[in-house]
């Protein structure tokens, strides 16, 4: 089973690709985990990853799918994987399909976990997040024993640069102009399922689970 993970930042997407992992025992297949082991261990894609890194430039589509394709060809891959944080563009979609289809493979599943903007503006916007030991929390949801102080260790909880709801409307901006363009492209390729991402984390896994286990 080869499912690729879509939906908006703080969707949920990547909770809900590490769930589906750990129940098929898959791996869960992250370009930036993938980008950083390949830096850490030295191999020749990492290297050549690393010279546009450290520029500060994009990796190109080209580079970041031969990378993919070295980490989706080993031998835990076999059974299926899930990819999460790729593609995020048409052009990337295109050159994935081309490499997979030489190796007679292709992806099965593309399933859109979605969430209306407002919803991730307000979701992202409660979150809070202790510096120095790291534990998050929800205003909401998981909201701290005493608030603005972390349980933990007592510090002061802080609402991240990136949870600010201008941040976020402008991360949703980019995802809408590039990443959203890829809902249609695997609708017309018959393999999009959309997942309805404002339920319990709980529900959204097991409406993916009715989607896979058919």
Do not use: W
Not at 28 to 37: K, L, N, P, Q
Not at 82 to 91: M, S, Y
Not at 100 to 114: P, T
Not at 187 to 212: C, P, S, Y
């Amino acid at each position: 089973m080869k499912i690729i993970m879509l939906g908006a930042p703080g969707a949920g997407k990547g909770t809900q690709a590490i769930m589906i992992a750990e129940k098929y025992g898959i791996p869960h297949v992250s370009t930036g985990d993938i980008f950083r082991a390949n830096i850490k261990n030295g191999t020749e894609l990492g290297k050549e990853a690393k010279k546009y890194m450290d520029q500060g430039l994009l990796v190109p589509d080209e580079l970041t799918v031969r990378i993919l394709l070295d980490r989706v060809g080993q031998e835990d891959c076999r059974n299926g994987y899930v990819l999460d944080g790729f593609p995020r563009t048409i052009p990337q979609a295109e050159v994935l399909d081309q490499e997979l289809g030489k190796l007679g493979d292709a992806i099965d599943v593309a399933i859109d976990v979605d969430v209306p903007d407002e919803s991730i503006i307000k979701r992202m916007s409660g979150r809070r997040a202790c510096l120095s030991c790291g534990a998050t929390y929800h205003v909401e949801h998981v909201p701290p024993k005493k608030e603005g102080i972390c349980d933990h260790c007592g510090q002061p909880l802080v609402l991240r640069e990136d949870d600010k709801p201008e941040t976020v409307r402008n991360r949703l901006k980019v995802y809408h102009d590039q990443t959203q363009p890829l809902i249609d492209y695997y609708d017309a390729k018959g393999i999009l399922k959309v997942v309805d991402g404002t339920q319990e984390m709980n529900q959204v896994f097991e409406a993916i689970m009715k989607i896979l286990e058919k």
